[in-house]
């Protein structure tokens, strides 16, 4: 069984979901007494174990709403006949050998694989013996992870999965040396059965089957109900069975009024007395709660947890982390594998960053060295760029007068005054001439020069001699 939290909140709710069911009921803890607050008891139209658990916890919600219930935190009694109950002798053994034994009868006793189930098992001292009787009762996991998640979607938080019939007779006080119980509880839909003796829970089962429809109207089958007992009270060992003397009947509604009345006379053939269960007595719970309140398996429930009375049956599965699902899929094989496969991955990750590192190191030395003559390289071509404009090393402007001078006469029949030459390409030449044969010779001349051309004369005014002046362009024409 789970342990139950230490610390324990000043509230709780008690929450009864059963089928399309929902009954709670909110608990407050003030000096060492408990004082009932807002209760809801509605038919739900989502059941949460058959429909999505969203609009299941949604509806929830919305009923807890109306009924002005804002406690978060929750005590649940699950349904009854979700439970899976084996009862068996065990031996006197040594304390360690314990758990095995109880493990072998969860297999051989239940129809479904335990690892599926959350168990709870009671052990009872059989009286003048050195055997124990023992009761496992287990849920499915499947179940409580559902119900969880529609407490989720109805924004409440679970603090223990129980029973309310246990919660209802545990805090009725059976002792070793009282009398033993049978106690019934009748809800709406549900009949619940526990038999308590020594001290300690020897039974628990339902009893549906005597819950019969006529018309519009339920009723209980009352023989049903007593063959039923009879027969849970027979497969007692005598060493319990002698004990049972009392048969309390829980529950609110006139069914089970009807149902002790009907009892009453039968049971006497069974050793029985029957007492009738519907409002709390002073001291009947671990908490003072106002005499004369409904006595509900909620209310009691939260009663039971409020209080922290030991032997309160908790369900609530443990929280399990990412990693403990992981792990919890693959056997240790394959988990030696994966790990040695992520060993190696991490090997091998860092290898190749030390290769890296290595080689980063050497680099960074080499550049170390090299940095110096590097920073004068990269001073040297700043400087290449900011001056090459200046320099050109086809001596452009030289080769134009060249040319130029190539052209005139040597025996002086035709002089430049003056030779403009504007960006590096257009010359404008102004001379004189001693005749206009002499002056068209010239033009000629420049003319057959490959570097020159566009030809064209500007001015020629006089005679002999004659003022001229013409203009030319020199190199390769740029292209519009």
Known sequence: MPPLNSKRPGSILGLCLDGDRLDGVVLRRTNGSAEPGAEVSVDLSLKPLSHDPELAGREIRERLDAAEIRERRCAVSLPLGWALCHSFRMPALPEEDVPGFLQLEAERGFSTDPSTLILSSHRLPLPGTTDQHVVQVGFPLEHLQRMESVLRAARLTPVCFSLSLPALQAAEG???????????????????????????????RTLDAAIEDEGA???INAAVVLRE?????????????????????YGTGGLADRLADELRPRVDSLGLQVERIARVVPGQLPLGLPPG????????????YLSGAPGLMDFLPPRVSPWQRITGRYSARK??????????????????????????????????????????LEILQQEIKQFRPWFDESFRSLTLLKRLTESFPEEGSVTAKSVEIRDASTVTCTGTARDSQALYKVLDQLRAASEITDVQVDTVRGKSPLQFSFNFHFGERTQP
């Open 174 to 204: 059976a002792s070793a040396s009282g009398p033993g119980v049978a106690a019934i509880e009748v809800i709406e839909n549900r009949i619940g059965l526990l038999v308590t003796a020594a001290g300690g829970l020897v039974a628990l």
């Open 335 to 376: 988990l030696v594998y994966a790990g040695g496969a992520l060993a190696f991955l991490l090997l091998l990750t860092g290898g190749a960053f030390l290769v890296q590192q290595v080689q980063l190191s050497r680099l960074r030395g080499e550049w170390a060295s090299m940095a110096p003559r590097v920073r004068e």
């Open 293 to 304: 309140a409904r006595l509900t398996g909620p209310l009691a429930l939260a009663t039971r």
């Open 217 to 219: 109207e339920r009723r």
């Open 229 to 249: 007992l009879r027969i849970t009270l027979g497969q007692l060992s005598p060493e319990l069975r002698t004990g049972v003397t009392l048969l309390r009947i």
